[in-house]
């Protein structure tokens, strides 16, 4: 009853090697996406309340310095040194700001990568993956996080919509991915899915390779030490017959 003939098999696995190589046009789309896009993340010290409405504050006055350096955001390539130039004046931005609220909290910035999940920023999704980010860390940064989106400028206050920016950065196949992310639910949920299975095999492979440099220097220092003969033994024998017959033993 529920065996298929030639034909019917080859429709079936035709139809699925469509869907794997459609899956795989669409993954190499969004890592694609996320090469060309770059992140603002700003990490909380905590999630105390006073904390959390110390990170958007200093997320504000970020995005304030951002506008009026007058810089025009216009590639990933110049915007990412010009904002690695800057990174010393965002630093001090958000120091000020913390220093407003009476608080001596810590700040670190870098430009670094990071994983992200799937998100939606004012309409426009993000896919899962790995993305160029101006991280900046708040003390022990480890409250929630503000994230939005720096190139294209897409939370820097504009004139021009999300959408209208977009094409700043990516090709109309791409603008059309993000800015309709209700119809590919499914292969966002998909890439996010593979995504957090890279992240786990990633830690697994690296705690392997720690373990291996662990090893190697454990066997290294090792010392072998040599063993003496602590001491030196004589024999001496009673007659030359005693010396002759031990020297047949040996």
């Known amino acids: 009853m529920f065996r298929l003939n030639v034909v019917e098999k080859s429709i079936i696995f035709g139809f699925i090697f ?38 958007e504050q200093v997320r504000n006055r970020i995005i304030r310095h951002l506008q009026n350096t007058g810089y025009e955001f216009k590639n990933l390539k110049d915007t990412k040194q010009f904002l690695e130039g800057d990174l010393t004046s965002i630093i001090n931005e958000s120091r000020d700001e913390i220093n407003l609220h009476g608080l001596d909290y810590h700040v670190d910035a870098q430009i670094t990568k990071s994983s992200f999940g799937t998100r939606i920023y004012n309409g426009v999704v993000m896919p899962a993956g790995n993305y160029e980010t101006v991280k900046v860390t708040i003390g022990s940064g480890k409250g929630k996080n503000f994230w939005c989106v720096i190139f294209p400028p897409m939370c820097l206050p504009a004139a021009q919509s999300e959408l209208d920016v977009l ?55 090792l010392e072998y030490t040599p063993i003496h003969e602590s001491e030196e033994y004589n024999f001496y024998y009673d007659s030359e017959e005693d010396l002759k017959e031990a020297e047949m033993d040996f």
Do not use: M
């Not at 990490?43 to 409405?53: I, M, P």
């Not at 791409?174 to 899915?193: A, L, Q, R």
């Open 18 to 55: 469509t869907i794997l190589v459609s899956f795989t046009n669409f993954v190499a789309r969004c890592e694609r996406i996320s090469e060309k896009v770059l992140r603002l993340h700003v990490l909380a010290n905590s999630n105390s309340e006073s904390d959390q409405l110390l990170k």
């Open 167 to 221: 094409p700043l950065a990516l090709d109309e196949t791409e603008c059309e991915i993000v800015g309709n992310g209700s119809k590919y639910k499914i292969e966002f949920k998909s890439i996010e899915f593979l995504q957090n299975f890279r992240v786990e095999i990633r830690k697994i492979l690296d705690k392997a390779e720690k373990i291996r440099k662990n090893l190697d220097a454990f066997f290294k220092n």
